[in-house]
């Protein structure tokens, strides 16, 4: 467990060894004050220690971060769903919306993540277990002359508000970059193999905005992270600890990545 004089959060923390019953809490589930976001990337950034930082991302280096949203929106509780990203301008196809190299927070070790977890408050790490995602980051070798690129399963979380967007397999109106977006926009704006989302077409004032999750999430892959999700919100516990004994997932499948430098 860290260190008890640690705290990011005005309630007690230090969670049990294993989190569940996330399943039993009370609908709606709360939105979150924007405060929230800065005090969890604070938490994240000690989680992974100081000295792991990376370039383009502020949350490992702590302190104030920037929106990692380029167009203004709303959260709000939506009917049938819970909470979710309304859209108040109109946005046109081709438009940067959301980008991940801002605020997203990316876990190798089920040791960080578990830190990360152990210092907040309960229904919080309920949200949070239900938020994160698992996607394949390409990152180089770790010397001068290991040119290799290798694709790495990442327990990963978006600590702002695009955590709250929901998924529409059929019907998304944002996307990553792909040859069709290319095509189709005139200014040919949107980056290829980049974390960035941008509309699929032209989105108006009060439409919710969503994405295909199947288009990035690869949570089976990660064993280990996959029984903490499970454990919290579908009645599956099937370790005793919130640090499963399942030796990660490593096999390399084509699959979506992004790099992330």
């Known amino acids: 467990m860290p260190n008890s004089a640690v705290a990011f959060f005005d309630q007690p923390v230090g969670l049990p060894l294993r989190i569940d019953g996330c399943w039993e809490r009370k609908d709606p589930r709360p939105i979150w004050e924007s405060s ?36 203004p929106f709303q959260v709000t509780q939506i009917p049938d769903k819970g909470r979710g ?26 040791k960080d993540f578990h830190t990360f977890l152990s210092l907040l408050p309960y229904d919080l790490a ?15 070798g770790h010397t001068d002359d290991d040119t290799r690129i290798t694709a790495t399963a990442k327990a990963t979380l978006d600590l702002d508000p695009a955590s709250y967007m929901n998924h529409s397999r059929y019907q998304a109106n944002v996307k990553f970059c792909d040859d069709e977006l290319l095509q189709s926009i005139h200014n040919n ?17 009060g439409e ?12 089976v892959d990660l064993d280990w992270f996959d029984e903490l ?33």
Request: hydrophobic residues 35%; proline residues 2%.
């Open 36 to 71: 929230i976001w800065d005090k969890l990337g604070d938490a994240y950034a000690y989680s992974i220690g100081t000295k792991k930082k990376k370039k383009n991302n502020t949350l490992e280096e702590g302190g104030q971060r920037q929106s990692s949203f380029s167009v």
């Open 85 to 110: 990203i309304i859209s108040t301008t109109t946005i046109r196809k081709g438009d940067l919306v959301w980008d991940a190299n801002i605020n997203t927070a990316f876990f190798t070790k089920k």
């Open 126 to 140: 309920c949200d949070i277990l239900q938020w994160a995602y698992v996607v394949y980051i390409e990152e180089p």
């Open 189 to 205: 704006s949107c980056e290829m193999n980049s974390f960035k989302l941008y509309a699929a077409r032209d989105i108006l004032p």
């Open 208 to 219: 919710e905005i969503t994405v295909n999750y199947y288009s990035f999430d690869h949570t």
């Open 229 to 261: 999700t499970n454990c919290a919100w579908y009645e599956d516990c099937r370790s005793n600890t919130i640090m499963p004994t399942l030796a990660d997932n490593t096999s390399k499948r084509t699959l979506l990545s992004f790099a992330i430098l």
